[in-house]
């Protein structure tokens, strides 16, 4: 492996060339067909310097170079924020990246996947401590057969699901098919988001891990420590390894420890979202550090939307407590796994009473976006029109419990010690 990366300073295009550049001459690409993994637009990192220095390693040097985004289950973005994302329009890729192309991953369509096997019941339990105890099925993008190389390149981040994304997160689930998805998202919901965000080592990375394995392809992997747009490390190599190592810097640049439980939070997820799907990460990396019975406002006037992708099958089901899906199984047997996943991180801690009935969240999670009052009490989140958010009254009050995170949705709070 080789990169570099530091808190205090962000590395020059130089010191990122080189890197790029060792990567690409230590490994047999004359002639071969890459196929290079990118994030969406749900993520900061500077992907269209990335991009423009593996054009410039690669074109006219490999057989092909094709670029598949990782969407997961996200939409598949247009041609101008495809543009947008690589920072070149198609004529300037014409000009300095010739031949080429950009693809959309499609999770949902069966001739766009193919399959590798599966992860077998045995191993799934034996690597999630019996949460997990049923075989896998793997399936990704079928662009993998075409390739010799795949090489993935993003940045990493605390995350709710996985503990840190990025690395071979970027297969599963990031062009992988609906099964694995359900698997490993529900199986994070089923340890939390309070027990696995910041961690590197956890049930879902270890299937993630597994998984990887099975792909027939050779995988690379070009890990980014950021700041927003700021390239603070960068690590070339095994898609462990390197990961590995920008986790570690992620660790110290993304994760804020408050001295006390927070009561109250006024969250402003990034423009960079654009549904409640991905802002609710203005949720997910506060969640550690509020106090019990405290809030958190989602102040977001600019989403309209629970999600562009699933929104329908959210407004059945709601936002719930994990509880109370586990213990009314067969109730919900039929929700993806994703869906399931997604409410119990929105919603947060607490417990359930199937005798009752009664729902009792940890902490309360309340809208101020521009998704409509009834459909946020429908979909059991609380609402507060956003016109009423003065942020000045909520500024400068730590001492007392409250705090203003803007552009949240890539720091995580916890608690120190």
Request: hydrophobic fraction near 40%; aromatic fraction near 6%; include cysteine.
């Amino acid at each position: 492996m080789q990169g570099l990366g530091s808190v205090d300073r962000t590395l020059t295009e130089a010191e990122a060339r080189e890197v790029v550049e060792t990567l690409c001459d230590s490994q047999p690409l004359a002639g071969r067909r890459v196929l290079l993994l990118i994030p969406d637009g749900t993520r900061h990192a500077p992907i269209p310097l990335l991009f423009r220095l593996l054009a410039q390693a690669l074109c006219g040097r490999v057989a092909s170079l094709d670029v598949l985004v990782a969407l997961g289950t996200h939409p598949a973005m247009p041609d101008e924020a495809l543009d947008r994302l690589v920072g070149m329009t198609a004529a300037e890729r014409e000009r300095d990246a010739p031949g080429v192309r950009i693809h959309n991953h499609a999770w949902q369509d069966p001739a766009a996947l193919t399959s590798l096997g599966s992860v077998p019941a045995a191993e799934a339990a034996a690597l999630t401590g019996g949460l997990l105890e049923r075989d896998v099925p793997v399936r990704l993008n079928r662009m993998v057969e075409d390739a010799d190389v795949i090489l993935i390149c993003g940045p990493v981040f605390p995350h709710e699901v996985a503990g840190f994304s990025g690395g071979a997160k970027y297969l599963f689930p990031g062009i992988a098919g609906a099964e694995i998805i359900d698997a490993t998202h529900w199986l994070g919901a089923l340890v939390t988001n309070m027990r696995t965000i910041g961690v590197q080592d956890t049930p879902v990375r270890r299937i993630i891990h597994r998984a990887a394995e099975l792909v027939p392809t050779p995988v690379l992997c070009l890990a980014m420590a950021v700041r927003g747009e700021r390239l603070h490390g960068l690590w070339a190599g095994g898609y462990e390894e390197a990961w590995r190592a920008a986790a570690e810097l992620s660790a110290k640049l993304h994760i804020v420890e408050v001295a006390r439980p927070l009561r109250r939070v006024l969250s402003m997820p990034s423009t960079i979202y654009d549904d409640l799907w991905t802002g609710a990460k203005a949720m997910y990396k506060l969640e550690p550090a509020v106090a019990d019975g405290g809030e958190i406002v989602i102040f977001a006037p600019h989403l309209a939307e629970v999600s562009y992708t699933h929104g329908r099958l959210i407004d059945e089901v709601g936002y719930h407590v994990r509880d109370y899906f586990t213990l009314q199984e067969e109730r919900f047997r039929s929700v993806p796994g994703t869906i399931k996943a997604h409410s119990t991180h929105v919603k947060g801690g607490g417990t359930y009473d199937p005798a009752t009935g009664e729902e009792r969240p940890r902490i309360q999670v309340t809208l101020a976006t521009s998704i409509p009052e009834e459909r946020c009490r429908r979909i059991n989140l609380g609402y507060l029109d956003p016109a009423s958010i003065r942020i000045e009254d909520w500024e400068d009050r730590e001492s007392d419990g409250v705090l203003v995170v803007r552009e949240a949705g890539e720091q995580l709070y916890r608690l120190r010690g």
